[in-house]
Nanobody
């Protein structure tokens, strides 16, 4: 069981910024991708941003141009820089790390962090 630990949530006003961090104890070599999801009551958890082992990134349309996902040089920490925050960005943000199982059939296994709450007031 790999450990995934998030930090950086909090309460901010609209227009302000926050940076979330997520560190995993797993083997960096086998990291397939690292992503941030958010969940609000009554809705399903949605993918906000993901960074693949190749460095390719993908974003939820509503955060494009405002959020940036990145990884540190060691490769075991992922960041989500959130700028120009809006009240609709409010939610619990979860880090997800997928690892490649290095044997046939080469599937992936995912681990979740405990979540960090982001509240944006208007």
């Amino acid at each position: 069981q790999e450990e995934v630990v998030e930090s950086g949530g909090g309460l901010v006003q609209a227009g302000e910024s926050l940076r979330l961090s997520c560190t995993t104890s797993g083997t960096v070599l086998w990291i397939y991708d690292m992503g941030w999801y958010r969940q609000v009551p009554g809705k399903e958890r949605e993918l906000v941003a993901v960074i693949h082992s190749s460095g390719t990134t993908n974003y939820l349309d509503s955060v494009k141009g405002r959020f940036t996902i990145s990884r540190d040089n060691a490769g075991n920490t992922v960041y989500l820089q959130m700028n120009s925050l809006k009240p609709e960005d409010t939610g619990v943000y979860y880090c997800n790390v997928r690892f490649l199982i290095p044997s046939p059939p080469y599937q992936t296994t995912a681990y979740w962090g405990q979540g960090t709450r982001v509240t944006v007031s208007s």
